[in-house]
């Protein structure tokens, strides 16, 4: 089981909706939370971090944490054909700087 | 631009070459970490500095890699005797400002190395 998990997708999103994007995670330790966002080709660009459970909003997007159940999700409202990219979800754990990486989940909005 | 920059932005060698990439941080950030990236996968961890500091280096990575940072500033990841499997895209970030826990990392646009 790999420490952090992805769908990989393609999940397909017509434009306008929402798209829901969802990460689990393997250990409980792990303290805070990141979205980056990668275009085919470029790199990781960070949209959103979340270290306490519940609800974080900014813009149109939302990040969800449930430490109890080890997941964590990303909310796109009103999808735009410009999200149409690889999601990437990582984890920090405890103390330590480094962040473990899923393998990303590719979304395709569909004008 | 004060984001994280990268040079070269694209390398191609052939097998059994050197070659050396080199990371310029955000100014204010005190950590820097390499990644490595293949299609269809996450940043693959290589190793992190805390200013001139090499405070951890990935199990996967062979003897034929090595990082430095020798003044807490720009830093420098070396290939030796390269091999096709490196073949990759190379990502170099920073977090951190003094004194601060700044766990957000932020990317440079990445070196693609292609080993013929």
């Known amino acids: 089981q790999k420490e952090v998990e992805q769908n990989s997708g393609p999940l397909s999103v017509p434009e306008g909706a929402i798209a829901s994007l969802n990460c689990t995670y393997s250990d409980r330790g792990s303290q805070s939370f990141f979205w980056y966002r990668q275009y085919s080709g470029k790199s990781p660009e960070l949209i959103m971090f979340i270290y306490s459970n519940g609800d974080k909003e900014d813009g149109r997007f939302t990040a969800q944490l449930n430490k109890a159940s080890q997941y964590v999700s990303l909310l796109i409202r009103d999808s735009q054909p410009s999200d149409s990219a690889t999601y990437l979800c990582a984890a920090r754990r405890g103390s330590n700087y480094q962040l473990i990486w899923g393998a990303g989940t590719k979304l395709i909005i569909k004008p | 631009d004060t984001g994280v920059s990268q040079d070269p932005r694209h390398k191609i060698t052939k097998r059994g070459q050197n070659v050396t990439f080199r990371c310029d941080p955000i100014s204010e950030h005190n950590r820097l970490y390499w990644y490595r990236q293949t299609l269809g996968q996450g940043p693959e961890f290589l190793t992190y500095?805390?200013?001139?500091?090499?405070?951890?280096k990935s199990r996967l990575l062979s003897d034929r890699f090595s990082a430095e940072r020798p003044k807490g500033s720009f830093s420098t990841l070396e290939i030796q005797r390269t091999e096709q499997g490196d073949s990759a895209m190379y990502l170099c970030?920073?977090?951190?400002?003094?004194?601060?826990?700044?766990?957000?990392?932020?990317f440079g646009p990445g070196t693609r190395l292609t080993v013929t």
């Open positions: 970030a920073s977090s951190g400002g003094q004194g601060t826990p700044s766990y957000e990392q932020y």
């Open positions: 500095f805390q200013n001139e500091a090499q405070l951890e």
